[in-house]
């Protein structure tokens, strides 16, 4: 079984600019959620795509946007990078089964965004 | 409104003792309670849920956590520590409104002595 996997691992971008990180969900995984792990603090829920739809929304500005594709892959794109925008976004996926989200969360091991 | 407390930001115990990391918990609705590690550099990893059923839940790893409704609280806990448990440990909970999101303690450090 493949896990979750992100790319790129590290991303080095300026104040303004425009970055997308991508997220291949685990085989058979058909929900994916974004989320953004500051150092020294949890993650915090950025948004979920279930079925090429957002199904779900942190209180994250829309300048964070995100697609998921026909084969359950998924990117975050960040518009007008901040200098807080820097962490760890780390992506998720899930199976979801009709029976509400208990499922457990599978992660990838995150791309590393900082910001100049 | 949701949300997940996790009291200590470090844990410290020795090899071969009994460890407990601490979660209490604030949500709407039936609580869906989990329990994730992380290690450097790394996402993180499922290691037990509560979801209904019985309140001592066993995982990953010879984890298992209690869950107290009386309490709000979701206590991991492992009967003998080994040096290889040393990570940063997270309690999350799934929002009784909105099944599809998810949220997370700060974490708490585990360090594990020889």
């Known amino acids: 079984e493949t896990g979750v996997t992100q790319s790129p691992t590290h991303l080095i971008k300026t104040r303004g600019q425009q970055v997308t990180l991508r997220c291949s969900s685990q085989?058979?995984?058909?929900?994916v959620s974004w989320y953004q792990q500051a150092l020294g603090q949890g993650p915090q829920f950025i948004f979920q795509y279930y079925r090429e739809e957002e199904n779900g929304r942190g209180n994250f500005p829309p300048r964070f946007s995100g697609l998921q594709f026909p084969n359950y892959s998924s990117e975050l794109n960040v518009n007008a990078l901040e200098l807080d925008d820097s962490a760890l976004y780390l992506c998720?996926?899930?199976?979801?089964?009709?029976?509400?989200?208990?499922?457990?969360?599978?992660f990838g091991d995150g791309t590393r965004l900082s910001i100049l | 409104a949701q949300s997940v407390a996790q009291p200590e930001d470090q844990v410290n115990v020795a090899e071969g003792n009994p460890l407990t990391v601490k979660c209490t918990y604030s949500v709407s609705g039936n609580p869906y309670l989990f329990w994730y590690v992380q290690y450097p550099n790394r996402g993180l990893q499922f290691l037990l849920k509560?979801?209904?059923?019985?309140?001592l839940v066993k995982g990953s790893y010879g984890f298992e956590a209690e869950f107290n409704k009386s309490q709000t609280s979701f206590h991991l806990k492992k009967p003998s520590a080994l040096v290889s448990d040393s990570a940063l440990y997270f309690c999350?909970?799934?929002?009784?409104?909105?099944?599809?999101?998810?949220?997370f303690g700060s974490g708490t450090k585990l360090n594990v002595k020889p």
């Open positions: 999350a909970v799934r929002d009784g409104n909105n099944f599809n999101k998810f949220y």
């Open positions: 998720a996926s899930s199976q979801f089964s009709g029976q509400g989200a208990n499922q457990p969360q599978h």
């Open positions: 085989s058979g995984h058909n929900t």
């Open positions: 509560y979801i209904t059923g019985d309140n």
